[in-house]
């Protein structure tokens, strides 16, 4: 996003720049939203035909049907979740990354209605997070990692993703910002005092 270290981002606008430009990200677009039925239950072949690509066009940008439920929530983590911490405060960079989040709120109501039952697959937002957050706290933050710290920063991925899965599930999701606020009220002490922003 061109954020510059110590740069505190502005919260008046929230969809940032450059978030569908790429012909990579409209592809992978494309195919998700080509998904009318549980990952579960849809086949790669089907997918392909629908959007009229070769299944080698398809394996090109995602490894499985799996992968597409992980995909977006990893795209957008770039512009504002992985910027709480360093330039925004829990609550604005969770307001705005479930605004983005919301934007495909049909194909997670969709997608996910059985489960994801690939436990590789499970791992994948709560490693992706805990290697951001990792950074944040040691780059940006410079804290010292301690066991506790790091039991709290474990347990957290697991949950934020648990709970954001669920809520996009059952298309449960509360208002961006009240959403926001639940989420960092019950994020673990010690992970959001080493987090804010003063």
């Known amino acids: 996003m061109g954020i510059r270290t110590g740069e505190v981002m502005k919260t008046d606008t929230w ?36 959007v009229g690509i070769s299944r080698q066009v398809f394996y090109r940008h995602f490894d499985s049907k799996y992968s597409l439920h992980w995909w977006w929530p990893t795209h957008i983590h770039k512009f504002y979740l992985i910027e709480v911490g360093r330039t925004v405060d829990w609550e604005t960079g969770y307001s705005h990354h479930l605004k983005l989040l919301s934007l495909e709120r049909d194909f997670f109501k969709v997608a996910t209605q059985y489960t994801l039952n690939y436990p590789n697959e499970r791992s994948v937002m709560p490693h992706y997070r805990k290697c951001a957050l990792l950074e944040t706290l040691q780059d940006y933050r410079h804290v010292d990692i301690d066991d506790e710290l790091m039991f709290c920063l474990d347990s957290w991925v697991k949950t934020e993703t648990e709970v954001l899965t669920e809520w996009y599930r059952l298309g449960t999701t509360p208002p961006s910002r009240e959403a926001a606020e639940k989420l960092a009220w019950v994020a673990p002490k010690m992970l959001y005092d080493a987090l804010s922003i003063k």
């Open 15 to 50: 969809e940032p720049k450059g978030i569908f430009d790429d012909e990579d990200v409209q592809m992978k677009l494309r195919i998700m939203h080509a998904v009318d039925r549980s990952l579960d239950q849809i086949k790669v072949g089907d997918l392909c035909e629908k």
